[in-house]
């Protein structure tokens, strides 16, 4: 009997065994046949992954195998690792200290990767376990680095997972590439941190210093922006969910937390010493958060991503703004690619075609002219609940290009999917045909309208959603 390694790349396995491309074929993984997505995705995807992606169950892909005469291994021990996570999330929940299981945590997992963790943690969440449970796995991750050489370890894994890429095997990423901008923000945002912890460490920290360290701080808006916005998504579309789900949900309370604490300090500098231990701990989880990005994040989107989609997110990276770097690297590669596609779009504007409205017509040159000046920011989603068209002159959320065609609720937090999700099927239902936001984002008054949108039949056809900075107008009222 022929032994089979789920464990091995579905190209090894192919290698090893030529007859598995019929055998794989014919449960729907369809694309083996091709060379070229064999050469792109089979050095990276095992059977297991593979399965994820495509909606095979793992037991008809064993059962088709074992009736081929393979015998399987390696299919147990990420049900074990499972349980084992699953079993620090019910201690956590019980209140033992975080400490006493990150210390078995280490010794359990100080041989496994991060990337196979980071696998169990997504099996968690699709097996029901609750996204807030599962966050608690996230601080636990911190451990992997206790009584190790950091800097060495996470370099090491980050030329291991660089080596698969094609484009870039033989050396190290180009100092624009996205992943290098990234790791260069972290290293300004760890500048800061260390500002903050010499200040809370110290018995009288200096107000002034916190204060302006804490409004530069804020500059990880942006960073997380470019997380969230354009690697997450991505790693969706290779059926990589968890590890995006849970940072995405830390990620929040951080930014809520440093919101909480700049307004606190900025208001009056005297709360510096009331909230120096706030602070403390936050810059902390920040530096875990870097970690976890470092370890899990960066090196999953290094074994999937194509060079081409690592262009697109380079193209998209100054629209979301660069934060704790003074002057960022440039990726020749990638502005080459993001020179040809402006001349692409370049084309399409001058053309003489027009478009038909009730009230008028207009080039596609002109209704372009008119959007750019309106002080507003406009994203419209289809009756597909996909991200078909925005503009961004308000300058209120940063939005990628890379966005467009995206199911919208992938471009959300997970916590507020269901909120998204409720609005949308009552727009469809005409439970209601909008919805009126107004909150304070950053200091600012903002306005954000949801809008159901019917054609003439009063059929469903997508939802508008408009968002304005309101403190201009107000600015003008003000002054009557």
Sequence with gaps: MKQLDLKMTVAELIQAYPELKEILNELGFSKILNPMALKAMGNIMTLPRGAAVRNIPMEKI?????????????????????????????????????????????REFESVSVLEIAEAEQQLIKSGTPMKEVQKLCDIHSAMFHGRTETEVIKGELKTQAAKIEDLSGSDLPAGHPISLLRAEN????????????????????????????QQFNGIRSHYAKKEELLMPKLYDYGVTGPSQVMWGVDDEIKKELGTLTRAVSEDADNVIIYKGRIAALAQRTREMIYKEE?????????????????????????????????????????????????KVSEQEILDGRIQLPTGELTVKQLSGIFSLLPI???FIDADDKLRFFINEGNVFPRPKAALGRDVYECHPPQIV???????????????????????????????????????????????????????????????
């Design 187 to 214: 290293t300004g945002l760890e500048q800061i941190l260390d500002i903050l912890k010499v200040q809370c460490e110290g018995e009288e920290p200096d107000a002034q210093i916190v204060v302006r360290t804490l």
């Design 418 to 480: 269901p909120v998204v999700r409720n609005l949308i099927a009552e727009f469809r239902a005409r439970k209601r045909t909008s919805l009126e936001v107004a909150r304070y984002i950053m200091g600012k008054p903002v306005m954000v309208r949801y809008m159901a949108v019917y054609d003439q039949e009063e059929q469903y056809i997508g939802t508008v959603e408009v968002v304005q900075n309101c403190d201009y107008i107000l600015e003008k009222f003000h002054k009557r």
């Design 295 to 343: 370890r899990i994040l960066f090196p999953l989107c290094l074994r999937y991503f194509t060079e081409t989609e690592w262009k697109r997110i380079y193209r998209d990276f100054p629209d979301m703004g660069i934060a704790f770097v003074a002057d960022p690297a440039k990726w020749d590669a990638g502005e080459a690619w993001a020179a040809e596609e402006l001349a």
């Design 62 to 106: 064993i059962n088709a195998l074992e009736a081929n005469d393979f015998s399987i291994v390696g299919q147990d021990e990420n049900e074990g690792r499972k349980a084992k996570l699953r079993g620090y999330i019910e201690r956590l929940g019980k209140g033992e200290s975080l400490e006493s299981v990150r210390e078995e945590f280490v």
């Design 377 to 379: 920011d406009i994203t």
